[in-house]
Nanobody, 117 residues
């Protein structure tokens, strides 16, 4: 089972912080993994990229999170994190983790982040 599992969502006030976790069932440094990343989908909107971390360590961030969110990983725990600071009400969404392995996408079920004003 390759499907990643997200956790860490919840309700937070604007300006607050949350850390999301994405646990993989295989080594995140496996040669079969291309990258892992976070995406989000707000009600009535399309799913969009938030941040991606390649196996080699390169990162990509959406413009709307630069300077506020940080993607990182813990190899010992096979986990990728998304540290979210300075949260805004417009960050409210279901956040999904995606693992790309052998160029195939594996999505988690998502974790809800709600930011109150």
């Amino acid at each position: 089972q390759v499907q990643p599992v997200e956790s860490g969502g919840g309700l937070v006030q604007a300006g607050g912080s949350l850390r999301l976790s994405c646990a993989a069932s295989i080594s995140i440094f496996s040669g079969s993994i291309n990258n892992m990343g976070w995406y989000r989908q707000a009600p009535g909107k399309q799913r969009e990229l938030v941040a991606v971390l390649t196996r080699g360590g390169s990162t990509t961030y959406a413009d709307f999170v630069k300077g506020r969110f940080t993607i990182s990983r813990d190899a010992a725990k096979n986990t990728v994190y998304l540290q979210m600071n300075g949260l805004k009400p417009e960050d409210t969404a279901v956040y999904y983790c995606k693992l790309v392995r052998f160029d195939m996408d594996y999505w988690g079920k998502g974790t809800l982040v709600t930011v109150s004003s």
